[in-house]
């Protein structure tokens, strides 16, 4: 992955530069049930965004950084359920992942659900660590009570890696997290990726509630599109797999940073 050390000094710059809000102070905008909107793009981009939402929003700050650290496990079925489900446009469909948030070490066991009409449900409980199998009637019990599998039916697939960054509106009424410099690892490959410079933007709110952000993204031309971080980790480190419906996609990224597919 190439350096572009003047490009991530500006971001960390400009992001400090917005009002900061605490973990405490958001505790109200949970948006367990909401509907998501992401946008892909680039880290000059970003910075742009981050610009113009000078005013408008505050950074989450956290352990004396406005930028996190994120590790996710994706767990699979031995023939990729779950990610044939999302492949195959199916809804509702689920994934089972174990998130550590590493600037506070909390992990979370967790399933998303996201059903038919656009929304997503996610639920969770407190793990250890990353290492689920080690109270393992506890997290069958969970697994198997969202997706009806238990821990023998699964297993570690992928594992990425990135940096967050957490914007809220003023109106505290929606999250923004912008997510980059994600790394893949392929438990079943042995295979490594990079996304190199590709920015990953998500807007989470409850219904259609104003959101400052769409006319900064309409203004910088960055239009929706979605993006599963599993699911493309899964198609650059496991050329094995059916991926036929993610090659627009992956074409539409490349054109955005290069040297990634």
Known sequence: MAVNTHIDESIAKLVSQLEPITLE??????????????????????AQLLELAQGHYFAQFTNDSFIAEYMTTYWDTDDHLFYLEHHNGRAPRQKVRVRTYMDSNLTFLEVKTKNNHGRTKKKRIEVPDQEIIQ??????????????????????????????????????????????????HNFETESR???????????????NVFSPVLDILRTLRIKPSGFSKYCIG???????LKHNMFKEKMVRINKLVSNIY
Request: proline content about 2%; aromatic content about 6%; glycine content about 6%.
């Open 25 to 46: 102070q958001m505790s109200g905008i949970k948006l367990m049930n909401r509907t998501d909107t992401k946008f892909v793009t680039n880290k000059r981009k970003l």
């Open 135 to 184: 109270e393992p009637e506890k997290n069958s019990e969970f697994i198997n009570g969202l997706v009806h599998k238990t821990l023998e039916d699964i297993h570690p697939t992928v594992r990425n890696q990135f940096r967050r960054i957490t914007l809220v509106n003023y109106g505290k009424t929606e999250r923004l997290t912008i997510d980059f410099d994600v790394r893949f």
């Open 193 to 207: 990726a990079e996304t190199g410079d590709l920015v990953i933007i998500e807007l989470k709110r409850d219904g």
């Open 234 to 240: 899964s198609v650059m480190t496991n050329r094995g």
